[in-house]
């Protein structure tokens, strides 16, 4: 079982206390005004975690059918939705191998979705592969990974030190890898049923030229990047070194 699997296991409820699952709102204000509020569009949730994307746009009108590798994070979605009386397609599927052709109008991959937390380049670029293969012709991706200009400038251990909240998780034992662009850590979490877990983990940064890359090799045929704020997406943000995420459109 690789790290990402183990951490979301019985992390449902935690998962949704965490200060990154905190600006889902605001989010999915972007994400509508990028897709003109069109309520006749289909969007594919990857990565969906706990559907906290996929249930805020669901109640905003939108049909979204939200996809994660984790049953204990689905289950979550789905207790939600239900207690919400909303209808959302939640499936079980692994990102490395979507089976969807030519079947949405909008795919989104927030807050590392799946991607970046594979542990190859190649399983990444699958995650990708997969995305651009569910759309239609003209449709949209937008997702959000993390910035490889950020720790060439910073610290991540004094980022992540001053980003503790208490109850969440906490990251340290930080190596960051300039050959692979990886940084190597410890994830310290306490699961829903009160077990402390100690995982050694491996997350890909990646830098704008790379995705730019990725996604011109895959046929996107317009990319823009932008800094990624929490619960604040916009194309006025300049990506910069200090922008921790890095908030990617593209445009099949």
């Known amino acids: 079982m690789q790290w990402y ?15 990154f699952a905190q600006g889902t709102a605001g989010e999915c204000d972007f994400i509508e005004k990028e897709i003109a509020c069109n309520k006749g569009l289909r969007i594919l949730d990857i990565g969906c975690g706990t559907g906290r994307h ?3 746009l669901a ?42 052709s030519n079947e949405f109008d909008l795919a989104i991959m927030l807050c590392e979705g799946a991607f970046p937390l594979m542990e190859t380049d190649e399983m990444n670029y699958r995650i990708l592969r997969g995305a651009v293969a569910a759309l239609r012709p003209g449709g949209k991706l937008i997702f959000t990974t993390l910035n490889g200009l950020f720790p060439l400038f910073h610290p991540l251990s004094e980022f992540f030190a001053a980003d503790r909240k208490e109850g969440n998780a906490e990251y340290g034992d930080h190596s960051f890898d300039l050959m692979t662009f990886r940084d190597h850590n410890t994830t310290t979490v306490v699961d829903d049923r009160g077990h402390k877990k100690k995982l050694r983990c491996n997350e890909r940064y990646y830098v704008p030229c790379e995705i730019t890359w990725l996604l011109t090799t895959l046929g996107f045929n317009k990319i823009d990047m932008f800094g990624a704020r929490l619960g604040a997406f916009s194309r006025g943000d300049k990506l910069t070194t200090g922008d921790f995420e890095m908030l990617v459109i593209a445009v099949k």
């Open 59 to 100: 109640r905003r009108g939108y049909e979204v059918v939200g996809i994660d590798l984790s049953e204990s994070l689905l289950a979550r979605a789905k207790e939600k939705a239900a207690a919400q009386n909303l209808r959302i397609d939640f499936r079980k599927h692994d990102a490395r191998a979507l089976p969807f």
């Open 54 to 56: 996929a249930l805020e």
């Open 5 to 19: 699997e183990e951490l979301f296991r019985d992390y449902g409820k935690k998962y949704d206390k965490e200060s």
